[in-house]
């Protein structure tokens, strides 16, 4: 039941995280041009832009999404390969993936650490179910 848990919590933190990266990128960002001009009267002139903020910094939301991406894979990945086979591998993977996303939604805080809070939640979940689930090893008889 536990490794259920796991694996579904641990995949479905991946997808949420992906989609809440995608949804961070592609988000509105807006632009504000003021123009003012004094010659006889005083008229302001406000312009609005809305352009995916993508394509407005491209830098920065590119390295967020080529960091963010790879630690909810991991994440996912982790928990899966955990889940199925018990290995060390992916219990580890899943631990490191998880602390890393954590310190990212932190560190990213009221911006894209807003929509990577419900992938962490569910990582944390997934981690605590695999730390839940006791490996029990039959003793060899003797012969």
């Known amino acids: 039941m536990l490794r259920r848990i796991e694996r579904a919590t641990g995949v479905t933190a991946g997808v949420v995280g992906l989609v809440g ?13 003021i123009d003012v001009s004094s ?5 302001v002139i406000v312009e609005r832009n809305t352009s995916p903020l993508i394509e407005e910094q491209t830098g920065p939301v590119l390295r967020i999404l ?16 955990h889940a199925r086979t018990a290995s060390t591998g992916g219990g580890l993977l899943l ?3 998880t602390v890393l996303l954590w ?15 419900p992938a962490s939640l569910l990582a944390l979940v997934s981690l605590v179910a695999c730390g ?12």
């Open 66 to 81: 080529l960091v963010g991406a790879p630690l909810l894979v991991g994440v996912a990945f982790g928990a899966w390969r």
């Open 39 to 43: 010659s006889g009267g005083t008229s």
């Open 132 to 143: 839940l689930v006791r490996e029990t090893v039959a003793p060899v008889p003797e012969p």
């Open 95 to 97: 631990i490191v993936s």
């Open 103 to 117: 310190l990212g939604t932190i560190v990213g805080g009221l911006s894209v650490g807003v929509l990577l809070f």
């Open 21 to 33: 990266l995608l949804m961070f990128a592609f988000s509105a960002g807006t632009e504000e041009s």
